[in-house]
């Protein structure tokens, strides 16, 4: 069974410019998450899906921050413009219904880096 | 706010001894907690999970021990292997917010053979 695919792997940006972080869950998972785990910190969750709507962003800084995933599929995680302090890991995650309580399934993530 | 409170934030243990990572909650109405392994460079996962109404769970070398009244809970790495190093994050969630995970700060382990 294919995981959570993810790219790019890394991404180096000036601060001011904008980036996009790109998921694709495993195949029949409902539930999608993106999380930001920033070095020496514990993951956090920014945005979780349901198909393709929203259940939770509340940890979303919607200012610069946005996503959606269309046809309840593949995601896409936006940052515009990026600061300095959006340095970290962007996770993405993906679970099924029925599944055992708390398991996500996470891919390798992105590697943001904001100059 | 941090929610749940990992400690130590980072642990060396000889080949064969016991790993132990310990994590503290606030919020009574956390009813789950799951840990979490991350290999560098690798995405966490799942590791092992207990509910509050059970004191202790054991998977294998593994062992989750629960203190309700002390909101507190660790694991245990019995015989641990230099295959274990990695960083270890304790997790909580409620009920009603379905998987929704608040995680602590995250444990390196190291295991020195």
């Known amino acids: 069974e294919a995981g959570v695919a993810q790219s790019p792997r890394y991404k180096i940006i000036e601060k001011r410019q904008s980036v996009a972080f790109w998921c694709n869950p495993i195949?029949?998972?409902?539930?999608l998450y993106w999380y930001q785990q920033i070095l020496g910190q514990g993951p956090k969750l920014l945005i979780q899906?349901?198909?393709?709507?929203?259940?939770?962003d509340s940890q979303l800084p919607k200012d610069r921050f946005s996503a959606e995933r269309l046809k309840g599929v593949d995601s896409t995680l936006k940052i515009q413009p990026a600061k300095l302090e959006d340095s970290a890991v962007y996770l993405c995650?993906?679970?099924?219904?029925?599944?055992?309580?708390?398991?996500?399934?996470f891919g390798s993530g992105t590697q943001l880096s904001v100059l | 706010q941090q929610q749940v409170k990992q400690s130590p934030q980072s642990l060396i243990v000889q080949k064969g001894g016991i790993s132990i990572i310990n994590c503290a909650y606030e919020?009574?109405?956390?009813?789950?907690f799951p840990w979490y392994q991350q290999f560098p460079g690798k995405g966490p996962a799942l590791l092992i999970a207990?509910?509050?109404?059970?004191s202790e769970k054991k998977e294998g070398r593994f062992t989750i021990s629960f203190n309700k009244s002390a909101k507190q809970f660790s694991l245990h790495i019995m015989d641990s292997q230099p295959g274990d190093s990695a960083t270890y994050f304790c997790?909580?969630?409620?009920?009603?917010?379905?998987?929704?995970?608040?995680f602590g700060a995250g444990t390196i382990l190291r295991v020195k053979s």
């Open positions: 995650a993906s679970s099924f219904p029925g599944s055992q309580r708390g398991k996500l399934f």
């Open positions: 195949s029949g998972h409902a539930t």
């Open positions: 899906f349901q198909n393709n709507g929203v259940v939770d």
């Open positions: 919020n009574t109405a956390f009813d789950y």
């Open positions: 207990i509910r509050p109404d059970v």
């Open positions: 997790a909580a969630s409620k009920e009603e917010y379905g998987n929704k995970l608040v």
